[in-house]
Structures are given as C-alpha cells and as structure tokens.
C-alpha cells in the first residue's frame, strides 16, 4: 500500500491524482474489509425516465380522463397524473416535474368547459352528424331563417377578469351576496340566404316562464318575415302548454331541439359569453345600473356581423359541413 512507510496523504493522494479524502476513505475501508473493502461499488445513477413509448402509452390515459382513471372528479393534476405514472410504470416524478413531460407531449394547463355527467356523446355526435344537416337542408328548402334561441340571467356578483395589487399579494374582491339577476332571453335569427344575422335579445326582472317565452315569440314572429326553424335546448319552460299551442297554431314557426346538455351547440349562448366578456371587471351595484350595461353590449352586438357570426364559429354546430 502507497499509505506503508513515511509517505503523507497528501503525497498518495497526488501519486494518485486523488484528493486526500478519498486516499483516507480507502485506507480506513482496507483497514476494515482487506481488498474486498476496495472493489469498486456500483453508483446508483438518477431514477429511470419514461421512455417515448411509455409517454405514447401515458396520453390515451389521460385523454379518457380522471374519471375514468379513478378519481372523483374530472379534472387533471399534476399530482394525479405521478400518480398515473407511478402505477401504470412503476416510475416515481415529483409533481413538479410532471408538467414537463406535459409540455413535451404537447399539453397546457387550460381553463376547461364545464360538461354535464347526463350528457350523452353518441347521441350528440349522432345529432351533428345526421341531425343538424337535415334541419338545415329543410331551412334551406322552406327558404326559412334559422333561428338560435336561450335563456340566461345576469347576477350583481362582479364578473373578474383581473385587478391591480401589489406584487406578492393576491387581491380578495369582496361582494355583497345578493340573489336578485336581470334574466334574459336572446335568439340569433340567420336570414334565409344566411348572409345576415339579426339579434333579438329582451331582459326581464322576474325569471323566464312560458308565459315569458311565449311574448318573446310572438315578438319574434313580428319582426321577422316569412319562415323560420327554430332551435333551442329541451328546456321544461320551452314546453310549456301554451307555448306549445302558439308554435301549433303558427305553422310558418318549425322547432327543432338541439340534444341533451349539449349547450356549446347552441350559438345563442355565446351572445351570453360576449355579454359576461363585456361586463369583466364591472362593479354594477343595482339591477338599475346593470341593465344599461347589458343594453350598450346588445346594441354593439346588433352593430356587428363579425361578432354576431363569431357567435356561430364559436360554437360545435358543424355550420360549414
């Protein structure tokens, strides 16, 4: 051994272009085990990866979703998802390490849209598919308006999109629960050619009832000429008994029901969207300054194709199929 005779450390170690430490280290581990004390030890490396395959394997995973994954909820975290990779791969991440491998496979965080658990997708893709095209094929054969009617109300609880604080502190806004709301019933009225859109929106203090309904109709009926294919949800005051002996007795009104907890199918609650996008950051205090807002965004809107066909667009009707 280098460490026999009068020779330092310090000389071993630069004999063997090693640091004193570790000459000490070997010495007191020969001290202790002879020879076996100085065979080399493996070096456990850094935990295993997914591979590209695993992470192949991981996606359809997480597009089935939480719920079917087990949790009770429909939402993706990133402490959900190690916990997916642990048990599908034996393979232990950090949280916070997690989001990489999300953005590697070309995922975001996202705000998500809100879908009810009644919905039924086969009978909604069955509706977009062979539904939808033969009400428009009818509409165009009557040479009618297509017309998008829904309900909505408005609530005093501020609309917040973003606020100034100081940096570091999260600001709280504080509200006054109040449960009165301006209710609001609006229909986009495609005209025949389906080169124009009209936008009939009216707002009420009470909530919408048949009888309710049934003026908005009638309304309607007035101001448009001719036919028109009518499309709303399957809502119970949609049924109402004398709104459906109005639709009876005005033939040139044909309605039609969109399916089940489909609402993203409906362009006219998108006028709703634009509406909340308008009112963001607002402090209305009564129903008496509420209503003026809501107003001055219905005439921008009415003053705008782009905005009222961007409420088409934006919703899952197939309208270019």
């Not at 591979?51 to 394997?57: A, G, I, L």
């Not at 849209?113 to 086969?122: F, G, L, V």
């Not at 999109?161 to 609001?184: C, Q």
């Not at 950051?281 to 001055?296: D, G, H, R, T, Y």
Request: with cysteine.
């Amino acid at each position: 051994m280098l460490t026999v005779g009068n020779k330092t450390l310090s000389a071993v170690a630069r004999a063997v272009s090693a640091a004193p430490s570790s000459v000490l280290r070997w010495q007191q581990a020969y001290q202790r085990h002879g020879r076996k004390g100085l065979r080399a030890k493996p070096i456990p490396g850094r935990p295993p990866h997914l591979s590209r395959v695993q992470k192949e394997q991981l996606v359809p995973v997480l597009l089935d979703g939480p719920l079917a994954a087990g949790f009770k909820t429909d939402l993706w975290t990133l402490k959900r998802i190690a916990k997916i990779i642990k048990r599908l791969f034996g393979i232990t991440y950090h949280p916070s390490h997690v989001w990489k491998i999300l953005h590697e496979l070309g995922w975001s965080c996202q705000k998500p849209e809100w879908r009810a658990t009644q919905r039924d997708e086969k009978a909604i893709a069955h509706w977009k598919r062979y539904i939808w095209p033969k009400i428009k094929k009818k509409a165009d054969r009557l040479g009618a308006y297509l017309i998008f009617l829904d309900e909505s109300g408005f609530l005093l609880i501020p609309n917040v999109k973003r606020t100034w604080a100081p940096k570091g502190k999260t600001p709280t806004v504080h509200y006054r629960l109040d449960h009165h709301k301006l209710s609001a019933i609006n229909a986009l009225a495609v005209s025949p050619k389906r080169k124009h859109i009209a936008l009939y929106i009216r707002f009420q203090s009470q909530s919408f009832q048949g009888p309710g309904v049934l003026r908005f109709l009638k309304y309607l009926l007035q101001h448009l000429r001719g036919r028109g294919v009518l499309l709303w949800d399957r809502g119970r005051i949609h049924r109402d008994g004398e709104v459906q002996t109005f639709i009876e007795n005005h033939p040139r009104l044909q309605v039609e029901e969109f399916p089940g907890y489909a609402p993203e199918l409906n362009p006219a609650e998108y006028v709703w969207m634009q509406a909340d996008s308008a009112l963001a950051n607002s402090v209305p205090e009564e129903i008496a300054e509420l209503k003026p807002m809501l107003v001055a965004t219905k005439r921008r809107l009415r003053r705008s194709q782009n905005l009222l066909w961007a409420c088409i667009y934006a919703s899952d009707l197939p309208w270019k199929d």
